[in-house]
């Protein structure tokens, strides 16, 4: 049974452990929230016999062999590492970290302390998404690449009346690409590699984060072509094309439908069942990493994770997009 702690006790800490629960070789053993008061009350409700406000007394304890990482995205690579020094192994919430300055120290720990970092991106353990990598070689030469996640956020509505709250807020490393964003760029990372160049346009917020915007990435040849916001919605597929058809993909950030849409008319349904919580996936990759004693995932690869931080720290140099985290040092 591998022992875990918790950082962060927010609704997606809640989808987590409801997966968790599914998938065997798990156990909830302490809650790390920023106040001692909300740690117990979580700890108490999930179960959890040990409760902190330190993450640093949580790591050295040794009553947790893995953690899983729910902070805000600007404390993801200080409480990863402050983990990994004490052999504790780390599942980190998307986006990893605050840029690839910070991830590249975070895989350092990894090694240095001989742990397994692993970002959770749940969408590439999928099996819709190994569909859709098991028949990308069906449609012909790769010319395009295309995902859309635009979701408006409730959040916007509390932003326009004055109230900034986290995921509009710079401080915490937030905003429309590294929250919408990564879910189109991720993919495309690891079923075509690094681009060869990354041009990107974006609508910044006076608050200092982005609402919207969009990416073109450049292969060889082909092109993906990334659209995101957080104030605006679309209902638009995401899509692969080939030259002799093309891969039309549900929801490129969790692929509920997978099919081929032929040249000639065919249409071929590669969707896969999945289970209701997709992060259930994840976990068994990370689960079995640690009981393998394998150092990192062969999908969510440190070089894929890092491939992504590096685009989207391109994309807000080219947006004039700024976080104090960019300044620090881990």
């Not at 931080?309 to 700024?322: F, K, P």
Request: glycine residues 8%; proline residues 3%; charged residues 20%.
């Amino acid at each position: 049974m591998i022992r875990f702690g918790i950082i962060g006790t927010n609704w997606i800490t809640e989808s987590f452990l409801e997966a968790a629960r599914e998938c065997g070789d798990f156990a909830l053993t302490a809650i790390y929230s920023r106040t001692e008061e909300r740690a117990r009350q979580f700890a108490d409700k999930h179960g959890a016999p040990h409760a902190y406000s330190d993450v640093e007394a949580m790591a050295a304890s040794g009553e947790i062999d893995a953690v899983y990482i729910a902070s805000p995205n600007s404390f993801h690579a200080e409480h990863a590492i402050a983990c990994m020094k004490h052999g504790v192994h780390v599942l980190c919430e998307k986006p990893v970290a605050s840029n690839a300055a910070e991830l590249r120290a975070m895989i350092a720990a990894a090694r240095s302390y001989n742990v397994v970092l692993m970002e959770a991106m749940k969408s590439t353990f999928l099996p819709n998404f190994q569909a859709i990598r098991d028949n990308v070689s069906s449609i012909g030469k790769i010319r395009r690449y295309f995902a859309s996640y635009c979701q408006y956020s409730s959040r916007y509505d509390a932003y326009k009346q004055g109230n900034v709250l986290n995921a509009f807020n710079p401080v915490f490393s937030n905003g429309a690409l590294m929250d919408l964003g990564i879910y189109c760029i991720y993919p495309a990372v690891v079923l075509f590699g690094k681009p060869d160049s990354v041009q990107a346009n974006g609508v910044l917020l006076e608050s200092g984060v982005d609402g919207e915007g969009s990416l073109l990435l450049r292969y060889p040849d082909m092109d993906a072509v990334i659209m995101y916001s957080k104030i605006t919605h679309s209902s638009l597929p995401s899509e692969i094309q080939g030259e002799t058809g093309n891969i039309v993909i549900g929801k490129i950030s969790q692929p509920e439908t997978v099919e081929i849409r032929y040249r000639d008319g065919t249409v071929e349904d590669l969707t896969r069942e999945q289970a209701d919580n997709t992060m259930v996936y994840e976990i068994k990759e990370f689960l079995g990493l640690i009981k393998r004693g394998e150092s990192e995932s062969g999908v969510n690869t440190f070089e894929h994770s890092l491939w992504t931080m590096e685009i989207m720290d391109e994309a807000r140099r080219q947006m004039g997009l700024v976080y104090p985290a960019d300044a620090g040092s881990v």
